[in-house]
């Protein structure tokens, strides 16, 4: 051995050549050895006469890792040669040796520094050289002593010493503490098998406090440094305390351990037990000549691929599934993974499809009577449907004419994309494109969607794998061909864990999605005859191969005449059931709705009115229920009495805001449909500057240095001084700071505004513009022109200025809107100017104008 002191180690063996597993166990053997040698007797007597002469001096044995007391006997192993020779050295003199433990434990040769300070003197009973030439002894403790100094440090180490008694209360608080340590250990050597008896009951015997405390400490687990405080303490009260909290630590760890022990055996006992039955049962079944469970599990699979209608490839690889499963047990883990696979596999709709109601007439009147106005996305379903009924009614006929196009099949299906802003109905639409064709219909929102796996699933090498969203919504509406509508598909998100919008890819191309394979299922399955429906609110998010592959139909906002027929038809019934209200006790009038769309709602679709509907039936359900009135029609007066102060001024608001130089009235496009915008321009001493607020992006910054460089350009034409750039500063906003914009459609409203103000010449009230501006003055087409006029209606705008090259985009205007409004179409910014700044009346300061603009008459006006 390498150790430098001693320690009892496992696998060593005792004189008899059994091994030495712990401490504990060898010491009563000792002790009986010594008692039937018949030298216990003379053995005793002879160490108290050497205690009673006990030496200055003692050759000093560190120990690791060990505590020896008095008054016990201990096996101890010396394996290095300074240790044998201390031990030799004793033997053949007064066999007394010092035994003082090491403060750390991993140390090979501990110094006088390095070791405790109190120990035990121990006397060496036997000796027993071992063939691989360590010693191993039995000592006893006999008294406990400290190192005043040590002597030499060579060959071993040598200290004085002088002994330090322990003090030994008789009172009823330490026979209470000694009976409780001897109840504690009985208890703690019942949880521990390796325990002697012989030592229970030699412990139920002793009868010295101080004896007992030894004893127990040197056979239970206990660290090093509790042992050592165990035996530095003085008095044997405060030695019983320690132990008995170290003992009840230990009963609790036992004790834990045994429970932990009783459930496991109880479980494994369990399992076994039913492992046990059901082999019983098993073989039952088979003198009855009936199959097993797993047997009949396995057969009802067989039965379920036979009768799915699946593909030739899905059904191999079930099969081949199946066959695994056959050949496991039904207690492995793989068990459940194959039999989740196999019920996937066979609940899809391999086979199941619903018959279209190809009845056009069927179509358009449930479409008219779900949704008012839409017409582009009713005319495309019935379109569809037409189609469908006619190659239905042709096929035999187009079976016949050989295909000169191998490479590209016949498509089932459709990829509807509605775009438009909140509240239009897109949604609701997909609902009722399946009533109208006798489809079932699912909804799958993919706002916040991030996960690739969330669209194609988890490999089954993943615990807990599934399939994707897509499969399960086929697995969840039975039917291969349903309509399927992917909401917010311009929500879609991406990061570490994929791109969801390249996984759909293959899902919505026509192309593609007959052999569409989740990474769950792993095989083909087709998505050829879905309608897939998906909604936005703006395209721009949308990835370009993405949005190639889908039909796009844009939803414009309402007019107000749209509006009041959908409440009329749709809102105010809903809110009267939602309310528990009956038809008779309240109506709406259409004065009303006009004034609440007017003065309470400011959108592109109706879920704000809807919203002021149902808090105006709130406060009648208040009244009824208070029986101050059983009848309400709300009229104009009625609905301002429910709602309270208007949140929004008609037609007013235009003139409060452009009634002085420098404001312009603009139009632009959100994703929430069209809206309106105030341009204002201010001047001030300085030089040079010219700034702009408002949270502008890029390219609307760009526009408004642009329309900055025109108006400088032309400085002379609006009979500007030269130098007067130099002498001023410029400042440009658009209100509602808080709201990001961008585009280049506000360019020609920036040059007005900026004119307006140099010319001291104001904006006519009733005009709203748009339009994009170059550094040559011409005017270039904009997008969302049919929203942006919609929102100049609502407003209560009659002339709208618009791009010469905008024209055809006149005619996606609804009717009665363009009826009610003039179109001013321009080619240059002179046109523009022209259009929509005020005759001069009088100048305003600080520019004294001395011309004015050349400018061409204006003879594009559109009524």
């Not at 090491?102 to 000796?127: C, F, K, M, N, W």
């Not at 044997?236 to 932990?260: F, N, P, Q």
């Not at 490999?459 to 969840?476: D, E, F, S």
């Amino acid at each position: 051995m390498s150790d430098e002191y001693e320690i009892a180690v496992k696998d060593d063996e005792q004189e008899d050549g059994t091994p030495v597993d712990s401490i504990a166990e060898d010491a009563p053997a000792a002790e009986t050895a010594i008692g039937e040698s018949g030298q216990e007797d003379n053995a005793d007597e002879a160490d108290e006469a050497q205690m009673e002469n006990l030496p200055e001096e003692l050759p000093i044995l560190p120990l690791r890792g060990l505590v020896v007391y008095p008054q016990t006997i201990v096996p101890l192993t010396v394996g290095q040669p300074r240790s044998i020779r201390l031990v030799d050295d004793a033997a053949s003199g007064s066999r007394l040796i010092g035994l003082v433990s090491a403060r750390d434990p991993e140390l090979e040769t501990p110094g006088p520094d390095e070791i405790y300070q109190v120990g035990t003197v121990a006397s060496i009973h036997r000796l027993f050289r071992a063939p691989d030439g360590t010693i191993r002894m039995l000592v006893q403790g006999l008294a406990r002593v400290k190192i005043d100094d040590y002597t030499n440090t060579e060959p071993y180490l040598r200290a004085r010493i002088h002994a330090a008694p322990e003090i030994v209360e008789s009172s009823l608080e330490v026979e209470a503490l000694t009976r409780n340590v001897i109840g504690m250990f009985t208890r703690l050597a019942e949880l521990v098998p390796s325990i002697p008896g012989e030592l229970i009951s030699q412990t139920l015997n002793v009868s010295d406090p101080l004896q007992l405390v030894y004893t127990v400490a040197t056979y239970i687990r206990i660290e090093l440094g509790a042992a050592q405080d165990i035996l530095e303490l003085d008095s044997t009260e405060a030695k019983l305390r320690s132990l008995m909290t170290i003992l009840g630590k230990e009963l609790e760890v036992l004790e834990l351990g045994r429970k932990i022990q009783t459930e496991a055996q109880t479980e494994m006992e369990k399992v076994q037990r039913e492992y046990y039955l059901r082999e019983q049962v098993k073989a039952i079944q088979r003198e009855l000549g009936e199959g097993d469970e797993q047997a009949v599990e396995i057969e009802e699979f067989r039965k379920k691929i036979a009768e799915s209608g699946m593909t030739e490839e899905a059904e191999k690889e079930a099969l081949r599934e199946l066959d695994r499963l056959s050949k496991l047990p039904t207690a492995a883990a793989e068990y459940g993974v194959i039999r989740t696979y196999l019920d996937w596999l066979t609940s899809l709709p391999w086979s199941k499809r619903t018959s279209d109601n190809l009845d056009i007439a069927h179509a358009r009147a449930v479409l008219d009577e779900d949704h008012y106005g839409l017409k582009d996305i009713k005319e495309r379903i019935l379109e569809y449907l037409a189609v469908r009924k006619l190659r239905q009614e042709r096929a035999e006929e187009m079976e016949s004419v050989k295909a000169t196009d191998v490479l590209r099949r016949n498509r089932e299906g459709a990829i509807l994309c509605f775009v438009g802003p909140p509240g239009v109905g897109k949604t609701s639409l997909g609902a009722s494109i399946a009533r109208a064709m006798g489809r079932k219909f699912i909804r799958m929102s993919l706002g916040g969607v991030r996960d690739e796996a969330e669209i194609r699933g988890f490999r089954r090498t993943y615990i807990g794998a599934m399939p994707g969203r897509i499969v399960q919504t086929i697995r969840r509406v039975e039917s291969r061909n349903p309509i399927i509508m992917l909401d917010e598909i311009d929500k879609l998100g991406r990061d570490f864990r994929g791109d969801p919008a390249s996984a759909l890819l293959e899902v919505l191309d026509p192309e593609q999605n007959n052999e569409f394979r989740d990474h769950y299922l792993d095989v083909a399955f087709d998505l050829s005859e879905c309608i897939f429906i998906t909604t936005a609110n703006e395209l721009d998010p949308i990835p370009g191969p993405l949005r190639d592959r889908m039909e796009i139909i844009a939803l414009s906002g309402y007019t107000e005449n749209e509006k009041i027929a959908i409440a009329q038809q749709y809102l105010v019934p809903r809110q009267l059931r939602e309310n528990g209200l009956r038809p008779n006790e309240v109506s709406v009038t259409q004065e009303a709705l006009q004034d609440i769309i007017r003065d309470f709602t400011r959108e592109a679709g109706v879920r704000t009115l809807e919203r002021e509907i149902g808090r105006a039936m709130r406060k009648i359900v208040t009244q009824i229920a208070e029986g101050v009135s059983e009848q309400v029609i709300i009229d104009d007066k009625g609905a301002r009495k429910l709602l309270g102060k208007p949140r929004f001024g008609y037609r007013t608001e235009l003139e409060e805001r452009t009634d002085r130089p420098g404001v312009a009235t603009g139009l632009a496009w959100t994703p929430f449909g069209g809206d309106v915008l105030f341009v204002e321009a201010t001047q001030m001493p300085g030089g040079k500057g010219f700034q702009y607020t408002g949270q502008l992006g890029e390219v609307m910054q760009e526009s408004a240095r642009i329309a900055l460089s025109v108006v400088r350009s032309r400085a002379s034409s609006l009979g500007l001084p030269q130098d007067y750039f130099d002498k001023h500063d410029i400042h440009l906003h658009v209100p509602q700071g808080a709201v990001p914009k961008d585009g280049p459609s506000a360019g020609v409203t920036m040059t007005v505004a900026l004119v307006s103000l140099l010319e001291g010449r104001p904006v006519r009230s009733n005009i709203a513009m748009t339009g994009e501006i170059t550094l040559r003055g011409q005017v270039l087409p904009v997008g969302g022109i049919k929203d942006k006029v919609l929102a100049a209606h609502r407003l209560g705008v009659d002339t709208v200025v618009m791009p010469k090259k905008n024209e055809n985009d006149i005619d996606d205007i609804p009717e009665e809107v363009r009826d009610k409004l003039h179109f001013i179409l321009v080619e240059n910014i002179d046109q523009a100017l022209e259009a929509t700044l005020i005759e001069k009346t009088a100048a305003l300061e600080p520019p004294v104008l001395v011309g004015a603009l050349d400018r061409q008459p204006v003879d594009n006006t559109v009524h």
